[in-house]
């Protein structure tokens, strides 16, 4: 086999068909691009990148003056937001003041508290033994009330057998009294 002439105005790579073939087809594409505006699209073979040519002129001015004004729109509701957020934080730290101090107060008295309920602990003690006293004195009253009103039984048992004995004369009377028979 003969090898063929090679053509040395053309560079190497240029000198396959296929690579002539994607080199036209570059400097097409290239050639259109600068006179219309083409949008590149991918397909499913990553080889291979389609031209799709836009027909319609799009005027982009109409596109940025509507994001210029949607970028203002937004740039104030950020400012405002802002402004809000500081108003809140002053806010806060407004009622952080008084938050702390009443904190502060409130372990004042807690430790107060904690002081009368060790003061108060000790005659708390003294007041339970005594209503345990009084409870047993109340018993005992009880106990001397009935004891009482046994005693005045008995007085009055004692008292009704003194009187039946003086109204009857008594034993020695019964005896002097009885009929000899």
Not at 68 to 73: A, D, G, P
Request: with cysteine; hydrophobic share 35%.
């Amino acid at each position: 086999m003969k090898p063929k002439p090679t053509d040395s105005t053309r560079p190497k790579i240029f000198q396959s068909p296929a690579a002539a073939a994607a080199a036209a087809s570059v400097t097409a594409a290239y050639a259109l691009a600068k006179s219309e505006k083409l949008e590149f699209i991918e397909t499913d073979d990553s080889n291979f990148k389609g031209v799709r040519e836009n027909n319609p002129v799009q005027d982009f001015s109409i596109e940025i003056n509507a994001i210029r004004e949607e970028n203002k729109v937004l740039v104030s509701s950020v400012a405002k937001v802002k402004a809000e957020n500081s108003r809140v934080r002053e806010k806060i730290d407004e009622s952080m003041v008084p938050t702390s101090e009443l904190s502060t107060e409130l372990h004042s008295v807690q430790g107060q508290l904690v002081v009368e309920r060790s003061r108060c602990s000790k005659p708390e003690a003294q007041i339970a033994e005594l209503q345990k006293r009084l409870e047993t004195s109340q018993s005992i009253e009880d106990e001397v009330q009935q004891l009482r009103r046994q005693n005045s039984m008995v007085d009055r048992n004692m008292e009704m057998a003194v009187a039946q004995t003086q109204g009857s004369g008594g034993v020695c009377r019964w005896i002097a009294v009885t009929p000899n028979t």
